[in-house]
């Protein structure tokens, strides 16, 4: 089989596989070669997949679509994380969680200021419609 994993910035896998295990909001499925074409929605969680060189390797997925069609797995999800091993997926996940969080409050910031600044326009434009 042949998976492919898909996000918004393109794509994050492309590989040959054994076998996909996944939790849709139907419950929990493994995939196999001959499994039948299969579509279900994902809510976040972790996907694994065995290689062809029997080799289990994990993605953190955030909310998508899994689609099997014949030979093809496809998921398309929001964010999609890598990793070997579980202990390297929650390492990345957490570092990934510390600059999203940085990111956050960043913006929030930005939009403090816009805000403020909007606001201060608008006094400005008002006391100087008073004076005219």
Not at 80 to 104: C, H, P
């Amino acid at each position: 089989m042949k998976l492919q994993i898909y996000t918004p910035l393109g794509t994050a896998l492309n590989c040959e596989i054994k076998k996909i295990s996944m939790e849709t909001l139907n419950g929990y499925r493994t995939l196999l070669p001959r499994h039948i074409d299969f579509t279900a929605a994902m809510n976040a969680n972790i996907l694994s997949y065995v290689t062809k060189d029997n080799q289990e390797k994990f993605v953190a997925c955030h909310r998508g679509i899994v689609v099997k069609k014949k030979d093809m797995v496809t998921v398309t999800v929001q964010k999609a994380v890598l990793g070997d091993t579980l202990d390297d997926l929650e390492n990345i996940i957490s570092l990934e969680f510390k600059q999203d969080e940085e990111n956050r409050k960043e913006l929030n910031a930005a939009m403090a200021r816009l805000e403020a600044g909007l606001i201060r326009g608008f006094i400005n434009l008002k006391q100087g419609g008073n004076n005219a």
